[in-house]
């Protein structure tokens, strides 16, 4: 089992930065990705940036590619959002994602991830 648990949210004007963190416990040696994933109102489950926990390799989405980092400290156990030049459209609920199961394909699909964090908001103003 793997808990998550996000922080870092808030409210920014549009062109200002947050940094989100998400730390991990439990069997934490066993992930294999992490990722973010964002919910707007009304709006289906999006993936944002995914790692891949061994290798450090990346992946965005094209909505926040160059103005979105995805990074890991793993002596920390913990994930990180780096979100800069933030837009209204980035507006959403943010969730941290951790999947233990390896598998090929598309990292940014949330029915890879077997477990979720809770959520921060992210609210962006015009």
């Known amino acids: 089992q793997v808990q998550l648990v996000e922080s870092g949210g808030g409210s920014v004007q549009a062109g200002g930065s947050l940094r989100l963190s998400c730390a991990a416990s439990?069997?934490?040696?066993?992930?294999?990705?992490q990722a973010w994933f964002r919910q707007a109102p009304g709006q289906e489950r999006e993936g944002v940036a995914s790692?891949?926990?061994?290798?450090?390799?990346?992946h965005y989405s094209d909505s926040v590619k160059g103005r979105f980092t995805i990074s890991q400290d793993n002596a920390k156990n913990t994930l990180y959002l780096q979100m800069n030049n933030l837009k209204p459209e980035d507006a959403a609920m943010y969730y941290c994602?951790?999947?233990?199961?390896?598998?090929?394909?598309?990292?940014?699909?949330?029915?890879?991830?077997?477990?979720w964090g809770q959520g921060t908001q992210v609210t962006v103003s015009s």
């Open positions: 994602a951790a999947t233990t199961q390896k598998f090929y394909g598309v990292p940014l699909d949330p029915a890879r991830y077997n477990y």
């Open positions: 439990g069997a934490t040696s066993d992930i294999y990705y």
């Open positions: 790692i891949h926990t061994p290798t450090d390799v990346t």
